[in-house]
């Protein structure tokens, strides 16, 4: 059943939430826009999530990378800015990777209560010590700047995402959900699998990436690796003319 929440008028499957609370259970992972279905939750949705975690006392952890990379009208909301409630038990994760396309410098950071901070302080340090100097200075001078560049690249992300949905979806077996947010497209390949594709047997998503990357020389993620199986991340962070060719070939392979 799908009670509507009174206050933001969603409609939340609490049950289901609360059908996967165990005794252990001490957080939730709350990751919008997401990587891997591209999918970016409402604010209703957001607002009413953060109240399920508020009033049973569990912690949220929430991913806000993708902040800023969002299409069409689908908009970021922030769970803790929606429900102050949970702020003492609220964990906000982020860093430069996305938003200044500086993946692979591997500078976050977190915002949380004092004391958690300092235990994961503490944690890191002993285990892989710090980010280079090199990285923070480059990091620091990222924050500092305006946000021209990203309006920029989510123009041509958009652009991307909206081409890599078209081209998927016109593959005969394959249906994919137009991505929202992030910069992956999640589709699903039930319709292919369980049988030959290029003489060979593909029963699940990952001897499906094995043709994929050995036949046509695509490398997709597949959805087992997300807990999906059925489904496959590709990535548009990538240049027009190589999004174009990476579908081609995988239409040419399943075809
Ligand atoms: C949801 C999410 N969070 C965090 C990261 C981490 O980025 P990095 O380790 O490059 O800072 C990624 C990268 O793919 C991501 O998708």
Not at 177 to 205: H, I, K, M, N
Request: hydrophobic share 45%.
């Amino acid at each position: 059943m799908l009670p509507t929440d009174e206050r933001t008028g969603f409609r939340v499957d609490v049950d289901q939430l609360d059908a996967a609370v165990t005794p252990r259970t001490k957080a939730l992972l709350f990751v919008s826009p997401s990587n891997p279905t591209g999918a970016v939750y409402p604010p209703g949705e957001v607002e009413a999530i953060g109240r399920w975690a508020a009033e049973r006392g569990i912690w949220v952890l929430t991913d806000e990378i993708y902040e800023h990379l969002t299409y069409g009208e689908h908009r970021f909301s922030s769970l803790p800015a929606l429900v102050p409630e949970v702020l003492d038990r609220c964990i906000v994760l982020n860093g430069v990777a996305k938003t200044y396309a500086m993946t692979g410098w591997r500078v976050g950071w977190m915002i949380g209560p004092r004391d958690v901070i300092a235990a994961a302080t503490n944690l890191q340090s002993h285990s892989t010590s710090n980010v280079s100097n090199v990285a923070q200075v480059a990091a620091l001078a990222a924050v500092a700047g305006d946000l021209d560049a990203v309006a920029r690249m989510r123009e041509a992300f958009a652009r991307r995402g909206a081409t890599m949905h078209a081209l998927l979806s016109a593959i005969p077996g394959v249906t994919c959900l137009e991505p929202q947010g992030a910069f992956y497209c999640f589709p699903s390949f039930a319709g292919v699998l369980g049988r030959e594709v290029a003489g060979r047997p593909v029963r699940d998503t990952l001897e499906l990436a094995e043709v994929l990357l050995e036949v046509g020389r695509v490398a997709v993620v597949p959805g087992e690796a997300f807990g999906a199986p059925g489904y496959a991340r590709l990535s548009f962070a990538l240049g027009d003319d190589d999004l174009g060719e990476g579908v081609r070939r995988i239409a040419e392979v399943l075809s």
